[in-house]
């Protein structure tokens, strides 16, 4: 069985299913965090592949003119 390590205040193990289990009575909120956690140590663990590369080697050719 797979174990999730989570630390609310002291470390404890959940098995996976258990906390699969308890996902559909979080509230909207918690859930959102949750997600957002989940989401940002997906990208710790292999880099985040929406960021947009540096604008300094972006294209500007066909630039739009300012009166700047």
Do not use: W, Y
């Amino acid at each position: 069985m797979t174990s999730i390590l989570i630390c609310p205040g002291r470390a404890a193990v959940l098995p996976m299913d258990a906390m699969l289990a308890a996902i559909p009575q979080f509230p909207r909120p918690a859930l959102n965090r949750l997600v957002g956690r989940m989401i940002d140590r997906l990208d710790e663990m292999d880099g985040d592949p929406d960021l947009e590369p540096d604008a300094g080697d972006e294209d500007t050719h066909d630039q739009e003119k300012t009166d700047d």
